[in-house]
């Protein structure tokens, strides 16, 4: 063990853990030492904040993305420094990779404040094992670190490539130019499918695109409209789900008769979301992830207005057409590729002959198919396992890992969307920047 003061190993270097080392660091403790491991190199990254294209953007506006929730504007200045007199207001929405730019700045500022007390390593976690006192992370290089404390920041992992190689992951290598004229599958109508569809429309794509889904909803767009006050006494916690949709719509029925907006009523929700989730029974949260999720997400995570009117155009003259089906297969054909589909509702099969499928499949969330070694390892070892729904992995309710036998971890930690299990609402970084301080908190008070 380090003969310092408190020690924190934190794994993942994306979003997540940039944010908890960001506030760990904000304490005074001289003796405070913080390792963040990152295996990709590239710091406040992560599979978000990593794409190299301008027009894939940020689906949050400026002002709901500083680091620190206490101080709602750093973000927003921040940017204004790096670009005077470009944005009228905080309602603008960023390529992704500016937002990278922005948390590698957080750390490094955070890291700054008293020098020698952060250390960054670029390596693989392969394994953790909890001590009598601590943690000890291995990392790929043979080599391994001793501290009071470890926080899994591990984040997202891309779903298992669909059709045998034939489909193409968007901005890929086998994403070799095409015939603009060509016409085009997507698989998936989330915000993957989003950044596909935008690279293709940035390259002046004239084709036909078949948006494949098995809901066939299309993502909704932001408006500048403020979140409704919603007294926490009039949320109906712990109710069945077809009791909350009532309440919910009548909600925004009232909200729209008075002029306002439902996305007000959405924004409104959720400081309740996480309470919500916790409040229903198995049952319930199950029949959510089941049928109202796919409708739920559209609504809740939103484009950039200027972007959704390009797809709304793209759809209304025909250059884009939504399916509600399920993908069945997908062969090589003489033109291209053949994809077979059964359309939502139908045992039918339908076939498609188009010259590429790419596949937005979007994140993996079932740990017990994770291709991350450390998480393999956790789960294979019974020192972590798969939360009640399978979205994440298990942890208590102060983010505390849970074991297969049930014992709560009293050193490891986990945050971000590997956390949804027990909070839901803990993808994006208003969510994260909150668990984030709470978890540094705790952290720097307990013995
Ligand atoms: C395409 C996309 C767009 C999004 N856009 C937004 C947005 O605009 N606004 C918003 O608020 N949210 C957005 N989100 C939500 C997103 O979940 C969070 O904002 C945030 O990026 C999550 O970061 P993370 O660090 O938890 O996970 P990740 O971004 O997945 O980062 C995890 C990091 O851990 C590293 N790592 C993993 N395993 C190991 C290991 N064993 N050893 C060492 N390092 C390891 C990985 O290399 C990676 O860098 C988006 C999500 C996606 C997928």
Known sequence: MSPV?????????GASGVLLAAHLLRSDDPDLRVTLIERQGQLGQGLAYSARMRHHRVNVPARGMSAFADSPDHFWRWLQRREPGRHASSFVFVPRRQYGAYLEDVLREAGDRIPGRLRVLSEEV???NETRVGVETLLGNGTSIASHWAALAVGHETQAA????????SGSESDTPLDPDA??????????MVDAWISLAEAQHRGPITVVSRNGLLPTGHRDVAPLSIDAADVPFGTSLTYLARWFRDLVRETESQGGDWRSVVDGLRPYNQRLWQSWPQRERRQFLRHVRPWWNVHRHRL????????VQAVARGQVTLVAAEFVGIERSETGVRATLRPRGT????????????DCGGVSVDVRASNNPLVQHLVRTGAAQADSMHIGLDIDDHCALV????NVSQRVRVVGPLTRGRF???EAVPDIRLQCQALAESILRAE
Do not use: C, N, W
């Open 162 to 169: 669909r059709g045998r190689g034939i489909a193409v992951r």
């Open 304 to 311: 950039p207005p200027d972007l959704h009117a390009r797809l």
């Open 403 to 406: 074991g297969a036998d049930g």
């Open 5 to 13: 003061g408190k020690t924190i190993t934190i794994i993942g270097g």
């Open 424 to 426: 839901f609402e803990i």
């Open 183 to 192: 016409s085009v599958m997507i698989l998936g109508s989330g915000l993957s």
């Open 347 to 358: 045992d039918e099969r339908q076939i498609m002959d188009v010259a590429r499928v790419y």
């Open 126 to 128: 392969l394994a953790l």
